[in-house]
């Protein structure tokens, strides 16, 4: 649902609106000690220096930042230690480059590829379904054995074919892919909304034999422009990020993102932020 992402293919994705930045008003953090996400939890970012920020902020400790992707192939710079990329082939206009960068980023150690990013969306990659389908065989499914592959991340619409209906078209075409992981996007208003929304998910992926489910974008709809009151961001963070650390069939999960206005406050943490690596 999120339509700021303007690619070019040889170079790093780049958001075509700017973030404004974040007032940020100082605010002790609620949490006394850390929770332990088992290396489930990620950063969706744009610059690499973000994934620092997030990370000299604590986002490290305990295993609390395990992984990031950039909508892109190619990483933008050098990321914390401990923190794995992961290349995602994000439409039809990176495919000239794709198949050089991505042996440079399973070389350098990325263990699972990325499918395209809502498909079902005519603002992003805008396929259907078995059109995705017949590129995912020809440029991701190469790669079985040398990475788990993931779906396409399609968007949370109940619109028919679109959001998990276009996904489940999807398993039906690709089931010769060789896919292991499941991915979603959620933009709601509510803590309820997105366990069921995932519930969802999780149950479309024990259905098509899929080892577990991501939601590689998530954020309250009050949280999708930059520089917005985070607070009630945390308050729903607060809630789910305990329940999905808790389920077994999700693996890993990327609020809406590392970017200035969103989970940083300039170079320290919004009040989102601060519940995120809590």
């Known amino acids: 649902m999120v339509s700021f992402k303007s690619l070019l293919t040889a170079t790093t994705l780049a958001s075509a609106v700017l973030a404004i930045p974040h007032s940020g008003n100082s605010h002790s953090h609620r949490h006394a000690s850390k929770r332990a996400s088992g290396g ?3 950063a969706a970012y744009n610059t690499a220096d973000t994934v620092h920020t997030l990370a000299s902020n604590g986002g490290t400790s305990n295993g609390s930042i395990a992984w990031a992707y950039d909508w892109n192939m190619y990483n933008d710079g050098s990321l914390p230690g401990g923190v794995e990329y992961i290349p995602m082939l994000w439409g039809a206009k990176m495919f000239g480059s794709w198949f050089t960068a991505i042996e440079t980023a399973l070389a350098s150690g990325s263990s699972y590829i990325l499918g395209f990013n809502e498909p079902d ?3 992003q990659a805008d396929m259907s379904a078995s059109t995705a389908a017949s590129y995912y065989k020809t440029y991701i499914t190469p790669f079985s054995g040398k990475a788990k592959l993931v779906t396409p991340a399609v968007t949370s619409s109940t619109t028919s074919g679109e959001g998990l209906s276009w996904m489940k078209s999807f398993l039906s075409d690709c089931s010769s892919c060789d896919l292991s992981v499941l991915a979603v996007h959620w ?3 509510s803590a309820a909304e997105f366990k069921s929304f995932v519930q969802q998910a999780m149950q479309v992926a024990d259905d098509y034999n ?3 489910t991501w939601i590689t974008e998530f954020a309250l709809t009050s949280d999708m ?4 009151d985070t607070s009630a ?3 729903f963070l607060d809630e789910v990020i305990p329940w999905l650390d808790a389920q077994s069939g999700v693996g890993r999960y990327a609020y809406y993102m590392c970017a200035d206005g969103y989970l940083l406050s300039g170079e320290s943490l919004s009040e989102s932020g601060k519940s995120y690596v809590a």
């Not at 422009?225 to 917005?228: E, F, I, N, V, Y």
């Open 40 to 42: 489930k939890r990620g």
């Open 121 to 123: 969306s005519s603002s």
């Open 187 to 189: 933009y709601g208003d």
């Open 210 to 212: 899929l080892d577990e």
């Open 225 to 228: 422009s930059a520089g917005g």
């Open 233 to 235: 961001g945390a308050k």
